[in-house]
């Protein structure tokens, strides 16, 4: 163990100025690829239902295959890296990413697409643990690393929510395919320099690569994220239902109990005990469900019913990003004067507020709009810096994949319960406020989202056209609603649930003092 921390040290030795900037900038370059494709296919989702005749099943699952796959793979990858190298994970993710994009914007169907965002999800999962971990072992002064945190943070938060403008710009002028192969490039450029840039880590061979671990939290939650889709639809398979909820609290119990007879664990749970890490984490997720749910709607809403273009719906959200990115840094900043705890709790105020004034405002006038989503910027790129800050902080540098992993999980599951929980309910909410007249009744499809009974409409009379397409434009604001209503909520809860467990603890060690 000894002579393992002496060659990390000897090896993570102070770079110049420039190198490490430049390692962030190579660094946060593959992070912008990785959060971008989660929600740029948000603009996209109308046009690729339509020309892919996808049902509302396969839109939630083309999201989610990738998030979902980032999150069970997360923890195997994160100690992959301790084990193999943090450098070579991630140029070997990235060079995978490259041509995942590719299969994703030639798919032929829903199938091969939800395929291809899966394969995507492997190469995220192979990069994202090694960006904390080599900004942690690139950046050794506190408050150079507060800074490189808050970037990273901000990336995360403002890069998700820029998916949105970007999607829109390229569909303005290209086939839904775009979106895909826009990170072709990109990748092109970052493979060299990382190879040339990026310092190489001293592999830790001594911890076994735990495979199984992954394979059964990756099944454990794409089997209950089945379970809550299928209880989003109108007419509810409950067989399905039980037998998904079975298998995912069997293999999700299973990793547990494998995880606490391990000598090596992918995730160590007494690392909850600390209730800093514990409410860090939930914040991170929190923060990250809220936004991607919100998104999921917001861009659908902007074209299927009041009638955007892509890329008037990608600009319209286009102040919340922006304000997550000016706020990550200064929360990186604000974080060593303030603490996590109070930031923590004033962030996810400031987000519940915003996200309730754009539930109040959604249909006023257009400042009061921005003014609404800047605050929900601000907000959640405020809450993801300090989580991030106060997670990756809390452990030793030989834990550092481990946490890098749990962190990312955090925002990964986030936003894959954010698509999971908040499409279902639209899809619940829609299907069960739609009433069609007797001449309609006879038009099952329609009753399955938005995007179908528009499609349907296509091939009706004008008058029934119409008729059915303002009885689905009316049904889906009513989901709308309870989705901004519903993440409103999670915001506020998750705020005081930071201030309960702080308070808590801060009780025990005035106690035990």
């Excluded at 690829?33 to 989660?38: A, G, N, P, R, T």
């Excluded at 490039?185 to 199984?212: E, F, Y």
Aim: proline fraction near 4%; include cysteine.
């Amino acid at each position: 163990m000894l002579h393992s921390s002496i060659t990390h040290q000897a090896q993570t030795a102070p770079l110049s100025p420039s190198r490490r900037w430049l390692i962030l900038a190579i660094v946060s370059a593959a992070l912008l690829l990785i959060v971008v494709d989660m929600t740029v296919l948000y603009t996209a989702l109308p046009r690729l239902t339509h020309d892919l005749h996808a049902s509302a099943s396969d839109k939630l699952w083309i999201v989610n295959s990738y998030a979902l796959v980032v999150s069970g793979l997360l923890l195997g990858m994160g100690t992959l890296g301790d084990r193999l190298g943090h450098k070579r994970l991630f140029l070997c993710g990235l060079a995978t990413f490259g041509l995942a994009s590719i299969a994703a914007a030639y798919s032929p169907n829903p199938t091969a697409l939800i395929a291809a965002r899966a394969f995507l999800g492997v190469a995220a999962a192979m990069m994202m643990p090694a960006t904390l971990s080599l900004i942690r072992i690139t950046f050794h002064d506190e408050r150079e690393r507060a800074v490189a945190f808050g970037v990273w943070s901000s990336i995360a938060s403002g890069g998700a929510a820029f998916g949105p403008v970007l999607g829109g710009f390229l569909l303005e002028h290209f086939w839904w395919g775009s979106v895909f192969l826009i990170n072709v490039p990109i990748v092109l450029i970052a493979l060299p320099m990382g190879w040339l840039l990026v310092p190489r880590s001293a592999p830790n061979t001594s911890r076994p690569w735990d495979i199984k671990g992954s394979l059964l939290i990756m099944v454990g939650l794409v089997a209950s994220t089945l379970a809550i889709k299928e209880m989003g639809k109108l007419h509810i398979n409950w067989g399905l239902v039980a037998l998904a909820l079975l298998i995912g609290i069997a293999f999700l119990s299973w990793f547990v109990r494998q995880q606490n007879r391990s000598p090596f664990p992918l995730l160590d749970f007494s690392l909850f005990k600390d209730a800093t890490l514990s409410t860090a984490v939930l914040s991170a997720l929190t923060a990250s469900a809220a936004l991607i749910g919100m998104e999921l709607v917001f861009s659908q809403r902007l074209q299927l019913v009041l009638g955007f273009s892509p890329l008037e719906a990608g600009l319209a959200i286009l102040p919340l990003p922006l304000a997550a990115f000016v706020s990550g840094p200064l929360a990186g900043r604000l974080l060593v004067v303030i603490g996590s705890k109070h930031l923590l709790i004033g962030s996810l105020s400031l987000a519940g507020t915003g996200m309730a004034a754009y539930l109040l405002w959604h249909n006023s006038a257009q400042y009061l709009q921005v003014t609404s989503l800047v605050m929900l910027g601000l907000g959640v790129g405020a809450a993801m810096t300090a989580a991030s800050s106060t997670i990756m902080q809390s452990v030793p540098p030989s834990r550092a994949g481990m946490v890098a992993s749990v962190e990312e999980m955090s925002y990964e599951l986030g936003g894959a319960l954010g698509v999971t929980i908040m499409g279902s309910l639209l899809s619940f909410v829609y299907s069960t406020s739609l009433i069609l007249p007797q001449e309609l009744s006879d038009r099952p499809l329609a009753y399955d989202s938005l995007d179908q009974a528009l499609l349907v409409a296509e091939t009706m009379p004008q008058n029934l056209a119409l008729t059915l397409s303002e009885l689905a434009r009316d049904s889906f604001d009513k989901g709308y609603v309870a989705v901004l209503a519903s993440c409103t909520a999670l915001l506020v809860m998750a705020a005081l649930a930071v201030w309960y467990f702080q308070r808590n603890k801060s009780s025990h060690a005035s106690s035990a003092y």
